[in-house]
């Protein structure tokens, strides 16, 4: 079989086509924020609970070592910021700056265009089966 009729390698293809639209889509929208930053900020700005540390570890699959300077760097350019717990003083809560949340607006009426593309490729019935098949996978690799 053809390596270009492997499942690896269209993922690959298309990870690297998603990549390449959505950084056009920061680069116009948001030149302030990596992709990375955009996915924290989109997890803060949606959160129902305080978020720490270990939960964007957590989210995102990430080392405690990458979480660290990826929040250090947010931190810096003012798009979060880090409170004390009252019940450990050891845990620090993650919340949207005023900037930071200004930003996720802006990053998702990009980033929702690129979707917009994707799904426009696909019949409903299509875009259910897709999402189903792409669960699967991650379940897979997962375990």
């Known amino acids: 079989m053809d390596h270009k009729d492997r499942v690896l390698y269209r993922l690959k293809m298309i990870d690297n086509l998603v990549h390449k639209h959505m950084d056009r889509q920061i680069r116009n929208n948001t030149p302030e924020l990596t992709m990375m930053h955009g996915w924290v900020i989109g997890f803060l700005y949606?959160?129902?609970r305080d978020i720490f540390q270990r939960d964007v570890?957590?989210?995102f699959r990430i080392n405690r070592a990458t979480?660290?300077?990826?929040?250090?760097?947010?931190?810096?350019?003012?798009l979060i910021q880090r409170?004390?717990?009252?019940?450990d003083a050891r845990l620090k809560k993650l919340e949207l700056t005023p900037k930071?949340?200004?930003?996720h607006e802006r990053h998702m009426a990009?980033?929702?265009q690129v979707e917009c593309m994707v799904e426009q490729?696909?019949?409903?019935?299509e875009l259910d089966t897709f999402l189903i098949l792409a669960d699967k996978i991650r379940q897979a690799l997962e375990q």
Do not use: D
């Open 57 to 59: 570890e957590k989210e």
């Open 83 to 87: 409170s004390s717990v009252s019940h």
């Open 121 to 125: 490729a696909l019949t409903p019935p």
């Open 67 to 78: 979480a660290s300077g990826i929040l250090s760097l947010m931190e810096r350019k003012g």
């Open 46 to 48: 949606r959160a129902k």
């Open 100 to 103: 930071g949340r200004e930003l």
């Open 110 to 112: 990009g980033l929702q």
